[in-house]
């Protein structure tokens, strides 16, 4: 079967600026892409049509914004339906600018670029460059990979599912009860009822009932050290924990991130993170992870996915990594990036329904399983609306159960007024998951009034819950000291130091033992953000290398 090539296209009517976009376009991309341009508005939403017809994707549409009768933003608008996930870029003058902004909220603009771009090298490859990369990221073909079969509603399923999906490795999930060739897959595989979940490669045998772990392996996942010595070993896998893995391996360190799940942390479950600086349209956390992984790679830092850290002993100046596979591994100087995970809700009926209509947290996977379904939030935090709203694109019932009046005291303004423009969804004040219903899976809630103590059942689709935070530091029992909540102390706010042993104070963001730093939203005081965490992680580097001068 022959490939057809994603498109790009170009619209102009001038035909000189064709002629031009048409010679840079074909330069660097004609080996990946069909380029392809249309001299007007109304020729370039014709050739969008008859390309969705032939199902062929279009990787990129360049705009010009001025053009008679139907304008560039047009043109983008018109086309959103029928080609979601290309990226769109505005050709402007300089007196367009302020449309091209405009457009950004309107017709999703990913980037607007100034006539002339001379030389392209500089002024037009770089945008187009980063703005394909993301559309290869984000596009899937025609299927050929990883299959997952399992039962509609099993825990073990969802799990590995989530796995292969936070960790961007594409899959196509294939449900036994509804899909006859499931069945034959599974049997073909010598598999039975009782050996689901399996997973199929397209080269090589299935596996039965995988471990995270296994899959891992098998999909090229590092799952081991390559070293038992490094300079420097992060736990967590957050921003905190990829800032600091960019700038400790940029800076010539020998570098080890161990993350249990998948790079990204809390924030790769952030459908849109909008107020990280330099990303005027907002990025997913899926891209930022994706971007931060691929940067601290590159620079030479070692990433091992899935890691679990046990607990850490002291060799002094060593300090030892105990994982859960049983193996160790030694360096001079640790980052605690190891976060924060949600709050338990607990209810009558919760807990065995967890994977199967009750999640913490939300991504495309469990929102795409219940399209259509009335789809609740627990919780009154900005992580709480954000989800909401990102639900409200798979349904048009969403509610927000919140313990108070209103979400004024908890909830940031600009997500309220969002909230408020979204049909979808409502906030139901005063409310209290009272218990869950359900079998094989969630079918209902019963929500309890705080007031007036009355109780009401309601056909539910799915829970999502969003309660407030507690630190990660389980593993690090007593190793170094932690606040009254759990959180790790640094620095002055450390007070009395038990089994300090080196002749200073604590550095900023240092633990109560040397060369044991901690960042982002693990440590105490920490403003719980996205780029406070980027900016604790990398100004931990900065100390570490004066703890490393000392030794
Ligand atoms: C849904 C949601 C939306 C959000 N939206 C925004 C937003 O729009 N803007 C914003 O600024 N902030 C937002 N936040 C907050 C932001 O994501 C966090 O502040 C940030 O991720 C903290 O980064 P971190 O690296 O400190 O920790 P985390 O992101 O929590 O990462 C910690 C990592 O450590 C790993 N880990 C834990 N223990 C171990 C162990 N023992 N061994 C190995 N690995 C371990 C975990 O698996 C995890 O991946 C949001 C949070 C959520 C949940």
Redesign the pocket.
Known sequence: MTETKPVILAVDDEPEVVQAVQRDLRARYASDYRIVWAGSGQEALDTLSTLAMQDTPVALMLVDQRMPGITGIDVLRETLESHPSSKRALLTAYADTEAAIQAINEVGLDHYIMKPWDPPEDKLYPILDDLLEDWVAGYRPRFDGIRVIGQQWSRDAHELKAFLARNQIPYRSMDIESEPMAWVLTEEAGATMSDLPIVLFSDGPAILRPTTAQIADRVGLKTHATSEVYDLVI???????LAAAVYGASEGLSTLL?????P????G??S?????LGFPKGLS?NDLARRATAQAQRLGAEILVP???THLTRNDPFIIVHLADETTITCKAMVI????SYRKLTAEGLEPLIGAGVYY??SNIEASSHRDQPMFVVGGG??AG??ALFLSRFTDSVTILIRNDDLAATMSQYLIDNLDACPAVQVRPNAQVASAIGDTHLEALVIRDRQTSQEEKIEAGALFI?IGQTA?TD?LADTVQLDERGFVLTGADIGPLKGWNVEREPLPLETSVPGIFA????RHG?I??????VGE?ATAIRFIHNHLASL
Do not use: C, M
Not at 272 to 276: A, S
């Open positions: 736990i967590g896998g957050g921003p905190a924990g161990i993350e249990e799940e998948a990204g942390g809390q924030a479950q952030s849109l993170i909008e107020n990280y956390g890691g679990t850290v990036a190891s976060g924060v947290g939300t900005n992580s954000q989800a969003f990660h593993w960042a982002g939203d693990v920490s719980k953000r996205v780029a406070g965490a992680g």
